[in-house]
């Protein structure tokens, strides 16, 4: 099975403003139906590479491309955008709003309000079609706008926090609407600090500081570098036995469980048979990462490279 073509290409793209160097070099690709979750700290250039990708701000350097080639003003019509700084007209009604979005992208008005008329009830808004968009309560509002990004049948999603301020009902909604989009082929990118929702859904994670990508691949390929750990529970026990064990070091501890981290070289059987001498063993297993973890990991070492 042949790969996908990449659709959207971030290509070595940097940002200055002053002495504030907002990107250097990012680079990524989200292809055909691939749900890419960007993450990083506030201030890691996420919306900056972002409103690069659809125009809104100029790079210094670099190029985005679609379907390989530069993005100029008539394929920007066919992205939907959901800016974290939310761009609803307050006044306007719901419904009239979406099919006057959608006319900009390109939509005749007859297309454009049955466009509207399919995301108001897809997303739960049927009541509130006629009421204005100031009115509705900010989860409401989320809906809308991710609506607006909907409207226009976009080829490619970006997306920037969409899930702030959701419920969990609407977390659901939305995800469903995502993953239906790559099912049907559609690139999708999206920023969120809500690392649980990024690894339950995306295909791959671009993790970003201070404007570098500085890891990328799926979340498997990302445990992948980690060190070996093991999660241990043995009843009625300190840890002063992982204290004699060489090249075995605790990270993490709730109660009587541990995360215990294994250097090179360590033989888990040789831990299993210490924590069995200590006390009774209620659950010893190979411990993955959590992406909230892998983050940590990744910023804190590059922070002190």
């Known amino acids: 099975m042949s790969v996908p073509e ?8 940097s940002k200055r403003y002053g002495d504030v160097v907002a990107l250097r070099d990012m680079s990524f690709e989200v292809r055909a139906g691939e749900m890419f979750g960007f993450v990083g700290s506030n201030g890691a250039g996420k919306t900056t590479t972002m409103r690069i990708a659809l125009g809104v701000l100029a790079a210094d350097s670099g190029e985005v ?5 530069p993005i100029t003003f008539e394929t920007r019509r066919r992205i939907g955008y959901m800016p974290e700084e939310r761009g609803l007209y307050p006044k306007m009604k719901v419904a009239e709003q979406l099919a006057y979005l959608a006319e900009l992208h390109g939509s005749g008005s007859a ?3 049955r466009a509207a008329d399919v995301w108001i009830e897809r997303l739960g808004l ?8 100031q009115k509705l ?11 607006a990004a909907l409207v226009h049948d976009p080829e490619v999603l970006v997306l920037d926090e969409p899930f702030s301020g959701l419920d969990p009902v609407a977390v659901d ?9 790559c099912d049907q082929g559609v690139p999708v990118v999206f920023s969120s600090h809500q690392l649980d929702l990024v690894e339950r859904l995306c295909d791959r994670v671009g ?3 201070s404007g570098q990508m500085v890891a990328s691949g799926s979340v498997a390929e990302l445990r992948s570098g980690t060190t070996e750990r093991v999660m241990v529970d043995v ?10 064990l060489t090249g075995v070091r605790v990270v993490e501890r709730q109660g009587s469980r541990a995360v215990l981290e294994l250097g090179d070289g360590v033989d888990d059987q040789v831990v299993l048979r210490a924590a069995s001498a200590a006390g009774r063993v209620r659950e010893f297993a190979p411990h993955r990462p959590s992406l909230s973890e892998l983050f940590r990991n990744v910023v804190t070492e590059e922070a002190a490279a």
């Open 235 to 244: 009843d009625g026990a300190g840890y002063g036995w992982v204290d004699e």
């Open 65 to 69: 491309r679609w379907n390989g080639a």
């Open 207 to 209: 993790i970003v500081r």
């Open 173 to 181: 909604v939305m995800s469903q609407v995502l993953r239906e989009k």
């Open 137 to 147: 309560s900010l989860g409401n509002q989320q809906r809308v706008q991710l609506a």
């Open 126 to 133: 049927t009541e509130k079609r006629d009421e204005e968009v």
């Open 6 to 13: 990449a659709l959207l290409e971030i290509d070595r793209i």
């Open 111 to 113: 297309a454009a309000r």
